[in-house]
């Protein structure tokens, strides 16, 4: 079984910084991408950014500049600076990842965290 488990969200104001986190568990042969999506009430989950293993990194236009996706593969951790956050930041950040389980190590299976809440608010 394989979890991904995010922490690092809360409250802050407009103009501060969060530091995401979300760590992979479980019997995990490898991972591929990686990346965060979010979703704002009553709106769809959207991409914010994803990070390949070699390290290439993909961002939503409207986050580029502000937030910074990274891994440490050995601690099969992904990261989210956000920097500059607005009030429209504000969602439930989901971590997402391609991994392959020990048990089938050519098959890689999409999984998704429980999400943490982000709220960008004075």
């Known amino acids: 079984q394989v979890q991904l488990v995010e922490s690092g969200g809360g409250l802050v104001q407009p103009g501060g910084s969060l530091r995401l986190s979300c760590a992979a568990s479980?019997?995990?042969?490898?991972?591929?991408?990686m990346g965060w999506y979010r979703q704002a009430p009553g709106k769809q989950r959207l991409l914010v950014a994803t990070?390949?293993?070699?390290?290439?990194?993909n961002y939503a236009a409207s986050v580029k500049d502000r937030f910074t996706i990274s891994r440490d593969n050995g601690k099969k951790t992904v990261y989210l600076q956000m920097n500059s956050l607005k009030p429209e930041d504000t969602a439930v950040y989901y971590c997402?990842?391609?991994?392959?389980?020990?048990?089938?190590?050519?098959?890689?299976?999409?999984?998704w965290g429980q999400g943490t809440q982000v709220t960008v608010s004075s």
């Open positions: 997402n990842a391609d991994i392959a389980m020990m048990s089938h190590p050519r098959y890689h299976s999409n999984y």
């Open positions: 479980g019997s995990i042969f490898s991972i591929n991408a």
């Open positions: 990070i390949s293993s070699g390290g290439n990194t």
